[in-house]
């Protein structure tokens, strides 16, 4: 087959394998109680009528839960004596993290949140303003890095510990499968926004060394650079990350 071929075989696989997760999502979810009496469906599940219910609670959180449990994962101390999980987040978005916590009643300190979009940010702090609050809160990668420019405490220098764990949503666009010219030889490494995700992401572990790292990309991060290319966008940062600490 021809490397358009095979790409186009891929596709095909990615979007039935996509298909199948909207089923079981769609399978565990409950309906919805909107005022609006919208057919929709909720992403909340209620784990019962008690004290212990959990309003937070989504339809993946109790499989997640159990899926540790059976592997025989258990948690090396307790949360009261762990204290909450230091989190650092960059390309923040809607800082989804926040909520995933929220849902696996995980308390968490949230010590820096990096987003260029005013209105992300303007969601980010309406939403995580209880407990400790954002610790800090800056425009982009490069201002979180330098500890300069922090949005909360104008003029001074913010510097964080090491935290538990890191969060970067370095743009899609790159290797997003939606680009027209996506597969094309040479359009994903030319790609303005790529160093962000390649150079400033490696340099980000590097200064802050978080104990764990989640790094958020689409689909098309794990897909041939191009129609010519077996390699992937993930390959290229795979070699960059054996970083010891």
Not at 29 to 34: L, N, P, T, V
Not at 134 to 161: A, P, R
Request: net charge negative; with cysteine; charged share 20%.
């Amino acid at each position: 087959m021809s490397g358009w071929e095979v790409i186009a075989c891929k596709e095909e696989q990615r979007f039935c394998s996509a298909a199948r997760a909207v089923q079981t999502a769609d399978a565990y979810r409950c309906e919805s109680d909107s005022e609006e009496g919208s057919s929709t469906v909720a992403l909340s599940q209620r784990s019962g009528d008690g004290v212990d219910a959990n309003p937070f609670s989504l339809w993946w959180s109790g499989l997640l839960k159990e899926a540790t449990a059976e592997a025989g994962f258990r948690p090396h101390s307790t949360a009261a004596e762990r204290g909450p999980i230091k989190i650092m987040s960059s390309c923040s978005g809607s800082f989804a993290e926040g909520f995933v916590m929220k849902a696996l009643n995980i308390e968490m300190d949230i010590m820096s949140v990096a987003e260029s979009d005013e209105s992300y940010r303007s969601f980010i702090s309406a939403n995580h303003n209880d407990g400790g609050g954002i610790k800090h809160m800056f425009k982009s990668m490069e201002d979180q890095m330098s500890g300069h420019g922090c949005l909360l405490h104008s003029g001074q220098q913010c510097h964080v510990e090491q935290p538990d764990l890191g969060v970067l949503g370095t743009p899609c666009n790159p290797f997003s499968r939606y680009r027209h010219d996506r597969y094309h030889a040479g359009s994903v490494m030319s790609h303005s926004q790529l160093p962000l995700t390649m150079e400033r992401a490696l340099e980000w572990l590097l200064l802050f060394q978080p104990a764990t790292v989640v790094l958020e990309q689409v689909e098309g991060f794990m897909a041939p650079l191009s129609c010519d290319e077996d390699g992937t966008p993930f390959d290229r940062q795979a070699i960059g990350c054996w970083i010891d600490f």
